[in-house]
């Protein structure tokens, strides 16, 4: 069973920067696709950005510009490279990872989560 910690994030000033990272305890090389979702309290988890196991990759409206995801498999690592960042930034962001391809972006489609890194924008 593959575990993820995040790890990373912080407080910054809008227009700032941060570099999410999540260490798999095993190799996350095919067959699996990762991603990384957030969440603001009260509201359910928004897929943000998706490193899928072909190396397609998608980003949310929101971020699309701003922020790149990428992966060394030789670390069993995946970033989330956040520039620009905004206050609607500001949540919880978590990595997840799922075995099989495509681009997925419904929570119940990923089997293994990490606890989430706080990431904190202020004006």
């Known amino acids: 069973q593959v575990q993820v910690v995040e790890s990373g994030g912080g407080s910054v000033q809008a227009g700032g920067s941060l570099r999410l990272s999540c260490a798999a305890t095993?190799?996350?090389?095919?067959?699996?696709?990762m991603a990384w979702f957030r969440q603001v309290p009260g509201k359910g988890r928004e897929g943000v950005a998706v490193f899928e196991r072909y190396r397609n990759t998608w980003y949310a409206d929101s971020v699309k510009g701003r922020f790149t995801i990428s992966k060394d498999n030789a670390k069993n690592t995946l970033y989330l490279q956040m520039n620009s960042l905004k206050t609607e930034d500001t949540a919880t962001y978590y990595c997840?990872?799922?075995?099989?391809?495509?681009?997925?972006?419904?929570?119940?489609?990923?089997?293994?989560w990490g606890r989430g890194t706080q990431v904190t924008v202020s004006s």
């Open positions: 095993e190799s996350t090389d095919s067959p699996y696709s």
């Open positions: 997840a990872a799922r075995r099989g391809g495509g681009i997925l972006l419904d929570e119940a489609s990923y089997e293994y």
